[in-house]
C-alpha cells in the first residue's frame, strides 16, 4: 500500500521566517491534501489539490513535483499562531487517503 | 458551510466493554469515514461508507464495527474494548471518494480502564 513520510519531524522558527515542510510518498498522485492540527484539536484541512496543481491559501503554497513522489507545503512568513502539527495526506486511487506521522512546528517569538 | 459533530466527546470505558461512538455531517456529504489517531502514528482507516447503507473496511476494521444509518450519520462500535487502550477516533466526510477534500469532526477521545 501507500507509505507516506514526512520530513522533518520536527522544526523551530523565528516568528517571521519561512518554512518548507515535505511529504514523500510511494506511489502516484491523484490527489493531495494538508492537514493542520493543535494538540487535541480537531484536523482542519488547509490545502487540496487535484494532482499536480499547484494551491495556494494565504500565506501556504502546496506544489508537487509530478516526475518525484514529494510534495511541498511552504509557510512564508511565520507566525506564532502557525505552532502545531502539519500533515499531509496523499489519494493515490481509490476512496482511501493515506496519512504521514506529520512535521510538529514551533514558532518562536 | 457545513459542520461535523461527534458524540460523545470523551468516552470512558471498562475492558471487555461494547461502546458505540458517533458522527453526524450536514454537509450533504456521500462518503463518510472513521480513523483512528494513535500518538506517534498517522491515521489509520477503520471503516468508510460510499453512500447511506454502505461498509467497506478500512486498514484497521478488526475489532470494530460501523452502521451507515442515514446519509447524514455513521456510528463506530468497538465490539470489545482493550484494557489501557487509548486513542482519539475521528469521523471525516467528503463528496465523493477519496479523490476528494475531506472535512474532519473534533474527535472523540477513548480511554479504557
Known amino acids: 500500500g501507500q507509505q507516506v513520510e514526512q520530513s522533518p519531524a520536527s522544526l523551530v522558527l523565528q516568528e517571521g521566517e519561512n518554512a518548507e515542510l515535505q511529504c514523500t510518498y510511494s506511489?502516484?498522485?491523484?490527489?493531495m491534501q494538508w492537514f493542520y492540527q493543535r494538540p487535541g484539536g480537531r484536523l482542519v484541512s488547509l490545502l487540496y489539490s487535484p494532482s499536480w496543481a499547484e494551491q495556494r491559501g494565504g500565506r501556504l503554497t502546496s506544489s508537487a513535483a509530478s516526475n518525484e513522489s514529494r510534495s511541498s507545503l511552504h509557510i512564508s512568513s511565520s507566525q506564532i499562531t502557525d505552532s502545531g502539527t502539519y500533515l499531509c495526506a496523499p489519494n493515490s486511487a481509490g476512496n482511501k487517503l493515506t496519512f504521514g506521522i506529520g512535521t510538529r512546528v514551533l514558532v518562536r517569538p | 458551510g457545513g459542520i461535523i459533530t461527534q458524540t460523545p466527546k470523551f468516552l470512558i470505558g471498562q475492558e471487555g466493554q461494547k461502546l458505540t461512538l458517533k458522527c453526524q455531517q450536514n454537509f450533504n456529504h456521500d462518503t463518510m469515514y472513521w480513523y483512528r489517531q494513535d500518538s506517534g502514528k498517522g491515521l489509520r482507516l477503520i471503516y468508510y461508507s460510499i453512500t447511506e447503507n454502505d461498509l467497506q473496511k478500512g486498514d484497521l476494521s478488526e475489532g470494530y464495527d460501523a452502521s451507515r444509518e442515514k446519509k447524514s450519520s455513521f456510528s463506530l462500535t468497538v465490539t470489545s474494548a482493550q484494557k489501557n487502550e487509548m486513542a482519539v477516533f475521528l469521523c471525516a466526510s467528503s463528496i465523493g471518494g477519496g479523490t476528494y477534500e475531506q472535512y474532519f469532526g473534533p474527535g472523540t477521545r477513548l480511554t479504557v480502564l
Open positions: 506511489t502516484t498522485l491523484n490527489s
